[in-house]
């Protein structure tokens, strides 16, 4: 069993900058360090989409509308980060974390609302 936890979410203007930080717990650094972890987002009515992944050999990819603004990394051996550069309000939605184990057995944390405003 793990648990993911976000935090960093909140308010932030168009073009600002927010940090959102996932983390893991329930098992070992070293199990968790082998996981593919990364975030999703959520719009009301819409379906859950990936904003940002990285394995756990630090390969990264990214939707097509965060590239050159979002970056995904690996903090500790137990976090996932996710640095927001110039924000748009089509970034509004709530974030997801998400793990991925070699079981194929998925992970998700509760959310964090980022609202970005004009």
């Known amino acids: 069993q793990v648990q993911l936890v976000e935090s960093g979410g909140g308010f932030v203007e168009a073009g600002g900058s927010l940090r959102l930080s996932c983390l893991a717990s329930?098992?070992?650094?070293?199990?968790?360090?082998?996981?593919?972890m990364g975030w999703y987002r959520q719009v009301l009515g819409e379906p859950r989409e990936l904003v940002a992944e990285?394995?756990?050999?630090?390969?990264a990819n990214y939707a097509d509308s965060v590239k050159g603004r979002f970056t995904v990394s690996r903090g500790d051996a137990k976090r996932v980060n996710l640095q927001m550069n110039n924000l748009k309000s089509e970034d509004t939605a709530v974030y997801y974390c998400?793990?991925?184990?070699?079981?194929?057995?998925?992970?998700w944390g509760k959310g964090t609302l980022v609202t970005v405003s004009v």
């Open positions: 990285i394995s756990s050999g630090g390969n």
């Open positions: 329930g098992r070992s650094s070293s199990s968790i360090s082998t996981m593919a």
């Open positions: 998400h793990a991925n184990s070699g079981l194929d057995i998925h992970y």
